[in-house]
């Protein structure tokens, strides 16, 4: 996957968050503000200020006029992935980020899904908007179109393994095999189509459950009798997160939901529990320390996020699950490098390392100007 484009760099954390209503709540409170009060709450930086415009994120609609003269109407949030398994929502306008990464918008849509390198592999089907490495489209242009691989690898693989090769089985097969190296994520080219097969099989485990049910895939789902439940209702607001590993029950305040397997709530990324942190964003604007509009949020806990917190804690039991198979999965023989450079596949030529043009609509430039192609 040669292209690789760094992450979004939002600049300020109130431009994201759990649900869209915070956002709108933040967005009423920004645009009534005037003078410094509006500068303050906007919280400038060295690229974004209320006196700036900008264009228009590719396929949203948004003002493009300076923020302090004509902020316009409230953008609709669009989900995006803030932190590893964490599904948030952001204002897709670009005058409020500092970052945002144009050629990604370019290519989101229902058929894309962008690979992370941040840390260990994972593939999600919302643009990633945190701090998550590189990311890497699956695909180069919209609809599906252009696969972001090294030019000749699916006929080589196709030739070797007896079978059509689809840009979704190369991602899979990375899922499965990838693994961190001096320089980045390597990922060995089976030559054996027994273990290749193996791969694919492993690979497609771990994308469907990744993807959480996205571009019209089943959400995954535990065995009968182990899949988690609401056993008592969260009312007002949770003061904390707790988990008993006897009755596997994890509890939220008064709430409570199990079972869930201790594999889901000791499942870390970076030394971090995923559903502690998960829980921390959720609650952020209740700190104390929390000003201005990162202060802006709900008052009583939403029933949405309890659903969101099963669905969380089924993909992290199943991962868990899976990860002993795939930190025992070896690819086998490998293709041979003088193979892959006769093939043409390394090294890949410079283009294939570059966005492509993708010029199939105007975009809105600042203050309205549209450009002359």
């Known amino acids: 996957?040669?292209?690789?484009?760094?992450?979004?760099?939002?600049?300020?954390?109130?431009?994201?968050?759990?649900?869209?209503?915070?956002?709108?709540?933040?967005?009423?409170?920004?645009?009534?503000?005037?003078?410094?009060?509006?500068?303050?709450?906007?919280?400038?930086?060295?690229?974004?200020?209320?006196?700036?415009?900008?264009?228009?994120?590719?396929?949203?609609?948004?003002?493009?006029?300076?923020?302090?003269?004509?902020?316009?109407?409230?953008?609709?949030?669009?989900?995006?992935?803030?932190?590893?398994?964490d599904e948030q929502w952001l204002l897709p306008d670009q005058r409020l980020i500092d970052s945002a990464r144009p050629e990604l918008w370019r290519v989101r849509d229902a058929q894309q899904v962008f690979l992370l390198e941040a840390p260990g592999l994972l593939a999600t089907a919302h643009l990633p908007a945190g701090r998550l490495g590189r990311i890497r489209p699956l695909h180069r242009r919209p609809g599906g179109a252009e696969p972001n691989l090294a030019p000749g690898l699916l006929p080589l693989?196709?030739?070797?393994?007896?079978?059509?090769?689809?840009?979704?089985?190369?991602?899979?097969?990375?899922?499965?095999?990838?693994?961190?190296?001096?320089?980045?994520?390597?990922?060995?080219?089976?030559?054996?189509?027994?273990?290749?097969?193996a791969g694919l099989e492993l690979g497609h485990r771990l994308l469907t459950v990744q993807l959480r049910g996205a571009r019209g895939g089943e959400p995954p789902r535990l065995p009968g009798g182990r899949r988690p439940y609401v056993r008592a209702a969260v009312t007002g607001w949770p003061e904390g997160l707790g988990y008993d590993a006897e009755s596997e029950t994890l509890t939220l305040g008064d709430g409570a939901v199990s079972p869930v397997p201790e594999g889901a709530w000791e499942y870390e990324v970076q030394g971090v529990r995923v559903l502690e942190g998960w829980f921390a964003a959720r609650s952020a604007?209740?700190?104390?320390?929390?000003?201005?509009?990162?202060?802006?949020?709900?008052?009583?806990?939403?029933?949405?996020?309890?659903?969101?917190?099963?669905?969380?804690?089924?993909?992290?039991?199943?991962?868990?699950?899976?990860?002993?198979?795939?930190?025992?999965?070896?690819?086998?023989?490998?293709?041979?490098?003088?193979?892959?450079?006769?093939?043409?596949?390394?090294?890949?030529?410079?283009?294939?390392?570059?966005?492509?043009?993708?010029?199939?609509?105007?975009e809105e430039g600042p203050g309205g100007q549209f450009a002359l192609l």
């Open 1 to 85: 996957m040669p292209w690789a484009v760094g992450g979004l760099r939002l600049g300020r954390d109130w431009v994201a968050a759990p649900d869209p209503a915070t956002l709108r709540a933040r967005w009423t409170a920004l645009t009534g503000a005037e003078g410094a009060e509006r500068e303050r709450l906007f919280r400038p930086s060295r690229t974004r200020t209320p006196s700036a415009g900008a264009a228009a994120l590719p396929g949203q609609r948004s003002a493009t006029a300076r923020f302090a003269d004509a902020p316009g109407a409230f953008p609709d949030p669009v989900r995006v992935l803030l932190a590893p398994f």
């Open 157 to 197: 693989l196709g030739g070797r393994h007896g079978g059509w090769v689809t840009p979704e089985d190369v991602l899979c097969w990375i899922l499965a095999a990838g693994r961190p190296g001096p320089r980045g994520y390597e990922v060995p080219l089976a030559a054996d189509p027994e273990r290749w097969r």
């Open 285 to 362: 604007h209740r700190d104390p320390q929390a000003g201005g509009l990162e202060g802006l949020g709900p008052a009583e806990w939403p029933q949405s996020w309890t659903s969101e917190l099963l669905t969380l804690v089924t993909t992290l039991a199943l991962l868990a699950g899976l990860a002993p198979e795939r930190a025992a999965f070896t690819p086998g023989p490998l293709l041979p490098a003088a193979e892959l450079e006769a093939a043409g596949v390394l090294p890949p030529p410079r283009w294939a390392r570059r966005p492509a043009s993708v010029l199939d609509h105007q």
